[in-house]
T-cell receptor
Framework: GQNIDQPTEMTATEGAIVQINCTYQ??????LFWYQQHAGEAPTFLSY????GLEEKGRFSSFLSRSKGYSYLLLKELQMKDSASYLC????????????FGGGTRVLVKP | ETGVTQTPRHLVMGMTNKKSLKCEQH?????MYWYKQSAKKPLELMFV???????ENNSVPSRFSPECPNSSHLFLHLHTLQPEDSALYLC???????????FGPGTRLTVT
């Protein structure tokens, strides 16, 4: 079966750092995505990890540990516009054609 | 037009109606997807197409019928829906199946 867990909501202050954790139990796992979704808008791609380690992309970084079934998204120097839901999604299947999403973590950035 | 477009943006239909959702991608991608997003539930993958061929069907009820006439267009035909089918239906595309996906704005469907 497929199971993705992430916290429902987090609050942080502008300029701070927030880490959103995601744990997954996915048979045939072969990669992990993070998407950002602002209220009323479509999800947009943030990052992709297939190997263990940290991928850095500007203010956003994503980490993966395949042995632990664990990933996190790190948001640095938080800005008000970072208030959004962050979706963790695990890819599986021989052709990578299965994508299972977590429920999303709503991040609220306060001044 | 750029990116992924969807029409209509909003749709209200009765349980006996038949309607279709349309998605078009202008990115030259080979894979297209339909998702359902309900309040307080994770995004659910419904169908995956690669070069007009369906490669994934996630146990979706037969009242939802996808069609992919070419790699740029994807339809979702709806008939005899239930109120619990009310949701945001998102279309997405990617270069190949499994790559990062680009989402359309969605169709907000209400079944009365």
């Amino acid at each position: 079966g497929q199971n993705i867990d992430q916290p429902t909501e987090m609050t942080a202050t502008e300029g701070a750092i927030v880490q959103i954790n995601c744990t997954y139990q996915t048979s045939g796992f072969n990669g992990l995505f993070w998407y950002q979704q602002h209220a009323g808008e479509a999800p947009t791609f943030l990052s992709y990890n297939v190997l263990d380690g940290l991928e850095e992309k500007g203010r956003f970084s994503s980490f993966l540990s395949r042995s632990k079934g664990y990933s996190y998204l790190l948001l640095k120097e938080l800005q008000m516009k970072d208030s959004a839901s962050y979706l963790c999604a695990a890819r599986s299947g021989a052709a990578g054609n299965k994508l299972t999403f977590g429920g999303g973590t709503r991040v609220l950035v306060k001044p | 037009e750029t990116g992924v477009t969807q029409t209509p943006r909003h749709l209200v239909m009765g349980m006996t109606n038949k309607k279709s959702l349309k998605c078009e991608q202008h990115l030259g991608h080979n894979a297209m997807y339909w998702y359902k997003q309900s309040a307080k539930k994770p995004l659910e993958l419904m169908f995956v197409y690669s070069l007009e061929e369906r490669v994934e069907n996630n146990s979706v009820p037969s009242r939802f019928s996808p069609e992919c006439p070419n790699s740029s267009h994807l339809f979702l035909h709806l008939h005899t829906l239930q109120p619990e089918d009310s949701a945001l239906y998102l279309c997405a595309s990617s270069q190949e199946v499994g790559n990062e996906q680009y989402f359309g704005p969605g169709t907000r469907l209400t079944v009365t």
